[in-house]
């Protein structure tokens, strides 16, 4: 199966201050980090951008699609990607979780077939986790929640065929715990934090 990656980079970083995407990791941009670490495992991968070209002088072999839905948050992105991208369905990520594992994003793919939206039955604390894929099929009602401002985390899932597979799976798959995994970069602390783990982790190994 030929699988599709969208990493979300198109946010306004208001509490880090600065563009989380180039934000230095380890010897290269946090969003070259994660695209090094998923790229193997997809055949296309897309940036999702504020403005193309924001991102070319990296020169990452990876489309970049500009967000036509502003201030709808990470669903207007991800509205904006599925108008675009050249597949019919797509695993997005936010470019702030640096620790996930592709390993978790591989097995939602393989089970994406039969359903508009795949993803993991997350605990509250992380219901805002952006780690599923998005089927083309999801156009209409995600248009409908951002242009009549639904209820998104209701609206969607009653409109589309949803299938969230229990997190338990996670640890099955993947050495990384799951708080680990879907720990966001947000703001300064959490970015100290996760170069120093990186740096701690790499000094071990």
Known sequence: MDRTLVILCGGDSSRMGTKKELLPFEDKTMVEYIYDKFSPYFDKVYLSVNERGDLAQLGLDAQELPDIYRNAGPIGAILSCLTMISGDRAFFMSVDTPFM???????????????????????????????????????????????????????????????????????????????????????RQSYYYAVFSILKHNFTC
Do not use: W
């Open 101 to 187: 594992d592709p390993n978790i994003a591989v097995y939602l793919y393989d089970r994406s077939y039969n359903y508009d939206i795949t993803t993991y039955n997350f605990p509250e604390e992380y219901a805002d986790t952006i780690c599923g894929v998005f089927h083309k099929r999801c156009i209409g009602p995600i248009f409908k929640s951002v242009v009549f401002k639904k209820d998104i985390r209701n609206y969607i899932p009653e409109k589309c065929e949803t299938y969230q597979l229990d997190v338990d799976v996670i640890d099955k798959l993947s050495p990384v715990a799951m708080e680990q995994q879907f720990y966001k970069v947000n703001d």
